[in-house]
C-alpha cells in the first residue's frame, strides 16, 4: 500500500465565547487538515492546531510546512512504516509539533481503517470511553458560576477553571463553586500565573474545597519551582506547559517535580510521542490526563484514541471543540453526560466530505 495522492484544507473558526486564560485571550483557531489517499481510494486523515505559545508555530509556519516538506516526503510511501516515517520526518519539523501530529494522526488513521478497526482498538483498545472536563476561563465570579451552572446542568459533573491573574479572584471562585456544586469535581489550571509563594496559598486557602488537579501553577522556566509546590502540597501537581517532548517528561520525572502530567498531542508531535511520554509517566507512576488545544473535533478524536488506548491515561480534558462554530468533524465521537464515546468504525471515523 502506497501514499498516491496528498491534499490539504485550512479551516478557520470562530469560537462561539472567546476565552481568557493567564497569558492570553483567544477568539478564533486555524487548524489544517490533512488527507492521504492510497490508490484503492482508502483515506487517513490528520488535523495540526498551531498555537504559538503550545506548539511553537505560527499558521506560516505550518502551511509552509506542509507544502515544502510534509507532502513531498510522504508522496509514495508506505503507511505501514510509520514509525520511520515519523522518525525521519521530526528531524525536518523540529519545531513544528502539531505539524508533526497531523502526519502521526493522518498514518495511524489511514492504517487502523486498512485493518478495519477503529484507531483506538488498533493501538491497544483497553477502554471504551472516558468522562472529561469543560473548562471555563478567566471570567468574573457571577460570570464563573453561571457558566458552571449552565455546564453541569447539561450533565458535565468535572470542571476545570481558569486562573493564575488575580489571587484572591481564584480563592473565592473555588470555595463558591464548591458551595454551589457540592456533587461535582473540581480542577484548577493556573497557566504558570503564579509564584510558588502565591501557588502554596492558594492550596492552603482552598483546602476544604477538594480540588482534584493542581494544574501548571508556576512558569515553565523553572522545574524547580513546580518541584517546590509538589513538594508542598497534598493536591496533585500536573504539568503542561512545562511539558513538550518526552525529554522534558523524562527530567520532570526523574527530578520528581510533578504528580502528573497533561499529554496533548499538538504539543508533544502526535500519538506514538504521546505513547513514549506515557510510557515515562507509567514507570515514574505518574498520572496521566489527555488534553487539548483549541481543535476541531478531527484532532479531539484522535486525543480520545490515544486516551482510551492505555490503562494509566485516566484523565480527559478533552472539550477543544465544544466553542468552534461551523465545525464539521464534531459528528467523529460521541459526548453523552460528560462522556466520551468514540466511533466504532474504522479509523478515527466516517470522515464529512469537506474537500
Known amino acids: 500500500m502506497k501514499i498516491k495522492r496528498i491534499s490539504c484544507h485550512r479551516l478557520d473558526l470562530t469560537l462561539s465565547v472567546p476565552y481568557t486564560i493567564a497569558y492570553e485571550s483567544v477568539s478564533k ?36 510546512a506542509i507544502y515544502k516538506v510534509v507532502i513531498p516526503y510522504l508522496e509514495g510511501k508506505d503507511p505501514f512504516t510509520y514509525i520511520r516515517l515519523l522518525d525521519e520526518l521530526k528531524t525536518q ?14 498514518l495511524l488513521d489511514l492504517v487502523s481503517r486498512k485493518a478495519g478497526v477503529p484507531l483506538y482498538k488498533f493501538l491497544g483498545g483497553y477502554k471504551p470511553s472516558i468522562p472529561t472536563s469543560i473548562t471555563i476561563g478567566i471570567l468574573p465570579l457571577d460570570d464563573t458560576l453561571k457558566q458552571a451552572a449552565e455546564f453541569v446542568a447539561s450533565g458535565f459533573f468535572i470542571l476545570k477553571i481558569k486562573g493564575g491573574k488575580v489571587l484572591e479572584e481564584d480563592i ?9 456544586f457540592p456533587g461535582i469535581q473540581l480542577r484548577f489550571d493556573g497557566n ?5 509563594a502565591q501557588a502554596l496559598e492558594f492550596v492552603r486557602r482552598t483546602e476544604e474545597v477538594g480540588i482534584e488537579i493542581f494544574e501548571q501553577p508556576t512558569l515553565v522556566q523553572g522545574d524547580e519551582n513546580l518541584g517546590e509546590v509538589t513538594r508542598q502540597v497534598h493536591v496533585p501537581v500536573m504539568a503542561d506547559e512545562s511539558l513538550k517532548s518526552l525529554a522534558d517528561a523524562f527530567r520532570l520525572a526523574r527530578h520528581e517535580r510533578i504528580d502528573m502530567v497533561n499529554i496533548k498531542l499538538m504539543k ?5 510521542e504521546g505513547l513514549h511520554i506515557n510510557s515515562v509517566a507509567r514507570s515514574a507512576s505518574l498520572e496521566v490526563m489527555a488534553g487539548c488545544i483549541d481543535e476541531c473535533g478531527l484532532g479531539i478524536a484522535a486525543g480520545l484514541h490515544f486516551a482510551l488506548s492505555r490503562r494509566n491515561i485516566e484523565y480527559a480534558d478533552l472539550d477543544g471543540h465544544l466553542d468552534l462554530l461551523d465545525d464539521p468533524y464534531g ?14 468504525s474504522p479509523g478515527l471515523g466516517p470522515m464529512p466530505e469537506v474537500f
Open 268 to 272: 508533544v508531535g502526535g500519538i506514538i
Open 331 to 344: 459528528g467523529l465521537f460521541h459526548l453523552r453526560e460528560g462522556v466520551l464515546y468514540p466511533s466504532e
Open 93 to 106: 519539523l523540529e519545531g513544528k509539533a502539531s505539524t508533526l501530529a497531523m502526519v502521526d494522526m493522518a
Open 172 to 180: 473565592e471562585k473555588m470555595i463558591r463553586l464548591r458551595e454551589a
Open 192 to 196: 504558570q500565573g503564579y509564584s510558588v
Open 29 to 64: 483557531t486555524t487548524n489544517f487538515i490533512l488527507k492521504l489517499e492510497t490508490a484503492s481510494g482508502l483515506m487517513g486523515y490528520g488535523c495540526a492546531a498551531p498555537d504559538l505559545h503550545v506548539t511553537g508555530e505560527t499558521t506560516e509556519d505550518v502551511e509552509l
